[in-house]
Nanobody
Framework: QVQLVESGGGLVQTGGSLKLSCAAS???????????MGWYRQAPGKQRELFAM???????ENKDFLKGRFTISRDNTKNTVDLQMNSLKPEDTGVYYC??????????WGQGTQVTVSS
């Protein structure tokens, strides 16, 4: 009932910026009921892990996010969530997955968008 459509990934050089976007589509009632939206990241050879999540109580973020180079923003009226990434480094390379939680329907995942940062 909910689909997550991601965009914005690509190849950038060290120090560059990218903005990832995710939009939820589906029935209006289902979309409006989504409690949280955010991003997970799966680095090469690593497990998928929480990167940043926008919730009603604030944001959940990992240590890399706390470095200050990233900003997560959510538009609740549109049910979109963006991830602004600045001063990118090669270690930021990975597949970024949009994630959403619906209280009835559970977890939803985007298809993932590749972010590659070259040296």
């Amino acid at each position: 009932q909910v689909q997550l459509v991601e965009s914005g990934g690509g190849l950038v050089q060290t120090g560059g910026s990218l903005k990832l976007s995710c939009a939820a589509s589906g029935s209006i009632s289902a979309i409006k009921a989504i409690n949280t939206m955010g991003w997970y990241r799966q680095a090469p050879g690593k497990q998928r892990e929480l990167f940043a999540m926008s919730t009603s109580g604030g944001i959940k973020e990992n240590k890399d996010f706390l470095k200050g180079r990233f900003t997560i923003s959510r538009d609740n009226t549109k049910n979109t969530v963006d991830l602004q990434m600045n001063s990118l480094k090669p270690e930021d390379t990975g597949v970024y997955y949009c994630h959403a939680f619906h209280p009835l329907y559970g977890l939803y995942w985007g298809q993932g968008t590749q972010v590659t940062v070259s040296s």
